[in-house]
């Protein structure tokens, strides 16, 4: 059963913009953290940006003024808001959710996000 589902990647040029989701099934609850993560090609994973339960949110240096993490708490959803992009933030785009009682982590499929020169 899918329990992470994201959407919103594609391909665009440098300095155009991208909205991603990740949509939590309803089954999971009690979320702690929720995540964007990035895998560039040839490159190792990386974290993007988090929201915490209480709303604290961290982002990577790289980011930092040109994405946006946000939350819509009804629907269980996380979004990855995308501006300013550039070509090095070509990558898979990866959702986690941290949840439950013992501190589950879910991730989404992946999402592909190709920011051309």
């Known amino acids: 059963q899918v329990q992470l589902e994201e959407s919103g990647g594609g391909l665009v040029q440098a300095g155009g913009s991208l909205r991603l989701s990740c949509a939590a099934s309803?089954?999971?609850?009690?979320?702690?953290?929720m995540s964007w993560f990035r895998r560039p090609p040839g490159k190792q994973r990386e974290l993007v940006a988090v929201m915490t339960r209480g709303g604290s949110i961290n982002y990577a240096e790289s980011v930092k003024g040109r994405f946006t993490i946000s939350r819509d708490n009804t629907r269980n959803t996380v979004y990855l808001q995308m501006n300013s992009l550039k070509p090095e933030d070509t990558a898979v785009y990866y959702c986690?959710?941290?949840?439950?009682?013992?501190?589950?982590?879910?991730w989404g499929q992946g999402t592909q996000v190709t920011v051309s020169s």
């Open positions: 309803r089954s999971i609850f009690d979320i702690r953290a």
């Open positions: 986690n959710v941290h949840a439950g009682s013992v501190g589950t982590d879910y």
